[in-house]
């Protein structure tokens, strides 16, 4: 079984811990990772693009030229899709991008994208991230002792310091364990976890 360092917030190791290798040693399935990736982006996207057919055009009542002696087409109404103006062919309306996922596959995309980081070596587990204060000048002294430059700060719950610390910094997030997703796994490349955050995922994610 493979095992981790516990670092404190000094980088000094404090134990080993062993990964669980049904949650960090699971086979790579990038087919289920793109599933999952997929249907994360299109959850996230709002679905209120909207287009007027002919019949949402104002006006379009009256016959817009007489029907011969123009030289044009015997066009009946200006709402037409043909003319400057009309209705929109096949235009987007509001709708929902969702796609289901279903809770099994769900868990074992995650347990794929965790095994991905442990294979990289990517993974830091650390007692905690709390701050004294929530300031971005805190944030980076701890980020400098741990060595982080682009990373995913996973925590037993949400914690407003570290959120506040870290807002202005585009090359971290914190997320509560609960949050955890695939997108956000792949897209850093670390990923922090705390020791309490460590063993709800081992927990939920073993069975």
């Known amino acids: 079984m493979a095992t981790l360092e516990l670092f404190d917030k000094d980088r000094q190791?404090?134990?080993?811990?062993?990964?669980p290798e049904s949650v960090f040693g699971a086979k790579v399935k990038t087919d289920l990772l793109h599933q999952v990736v997929v249907a994360q982006q299109n959850a996230r996207r709002s679905g209120t693009a909207?287009?007027?057919?002919?019949k949402d055009v104002?006006?379009?009542g009256k016959k817009p030229f007489r029907q011969k002696g123009t030289g044009r087409a015997r066009s009946g109404t200006t709402s037409s899709p043909l003319l400057r103006g009309g209705g929109t062919i096949f235009g987007p309306h509001p709708r929902s991008y969702e796609?289901?996922?279903n809770?099994?596959?769900?868990?074992?995309?995650?347990?794929?994208?965790l095994s991905a980081r442990a294979g990289e070596n990517m993974i830091l587990l650390v007692d905690n991230l709390d701050l004294p204060v929530p300031r971005t000048k805190e944030f980076l002294?701890?980020?400098?002792?741990?060595?982080?430059?682009?990373?995913?700060l996973v925590t037993e719950e949400p914690k407003k310091t570290l959120d506040l610390g870290i807002r202005?910094?585009?090359s971290f997030k914190s997320l509560s364990v609960s949050a955890l997703n695939v997108?956000?796994?792949l897209s850093y490349e670390q990923l922090v976890i705390t020791q309490p955050a460590f063993e709800i995922i081992s927990e939920v994610l073993g069975k």
């Open 141 to 152: 002294k701890l980020a400098g002792k741990l060595g982080l430059s682009n990373a995913l």
């Open 168 to 170: 202005n910094l585009s």
């Open 13 to 19: 190791v404090k134990e080993t811990v062993e990964l």
């Open 99 to 101: 796609q289901k996922v």
């Open 50 to 54: 909207s287009t007027k057919t002919r």
């Open 103 to 113: 809770r099994k596959a769900m868990k074992a995309a995650l347990r794929c994208a």
């Open 183 to 185: 997108i956000d796994i």
């Open 58 to 60: 104002a006006g379009g």
